[in-house]
Nanobody, 123 residues
C-alpha cells in the first residue's frame, strides 16, 4: 500500500530555514501529484503547495510564495519542502499528501496522507 512518511520538522527562530522530506513508497508515482498542507492548532488544514511528479510543475499558496520551494529526488522517491524566511505564523503540523493526476489546493481531493511533522517558529 502507499505510504508517505514526513520528516525534518523541528523548532527554528524566525528568519530561519527548515527542509521537510516526504518519502513515498508502495507504488509508482509518475502520474501523481504531491501536495503539502499544514494545520495550526484550532485552524483548518491549509494548502501550502503541490508538485506534479510527471511534469515537475508546482503551485504555492500566496502566504508562502517566494519563501517555500518544493523539489524532488526521483532516485529516493522523495519530495522536499524547503522553507526559508520562516515566520511564527508558519508554525503548524505539516503534511504531505498524494493524489493521481494533477495537483490541487483542496485537501479532500488527496487520497494518501503522511502522519505529519511539527514545525515551530519562535519570534
Amino acid at each position: 500500500q502507499v505510504q508517505l512518511v514526513e520528516s525534518g520538522g523541528g523548532m527554528v527562530q524566525a528568519g530561519g530555514s527548515l527542509r521537510l522530506s516526504c518519502a513515498a513508497s508502495g507504488r509508482t508515482f509518475t502520474n501523481y501529484a504531491m501536495g503539502w498542507f499544514r494545520q495550526a492548532p484550532g485552524k483548518e488544514r491549509e494548502f501550502v503547495g503541490w508538485f506534479s511528479w510527471s511534469g515537475g510543475s508546482t503551485a504555492y499558496a500566496d502566504s508562502v510564495k517566494g519563501r517555500f520551494i518544493i523539489s524532488r529526488d526521483n532516485a529516493k522517491n522523495t519530495v522536499y519542502l524547503q522553507m526559508n524566511s520562516l515566520k511564527p505564523e508558519d508554525t503548524a503540523v505539516y503534511y504531505c499528501a498524494g493524489r493521481a493526476g494533477v495537483g490541487s489546493r483542496y485537501a479532500t481531493l488527496y487520497d494518501y496522507w503522511g502522519q505529519g511533522t511539527q514545525v515551530t517558529v519562535s519570534s
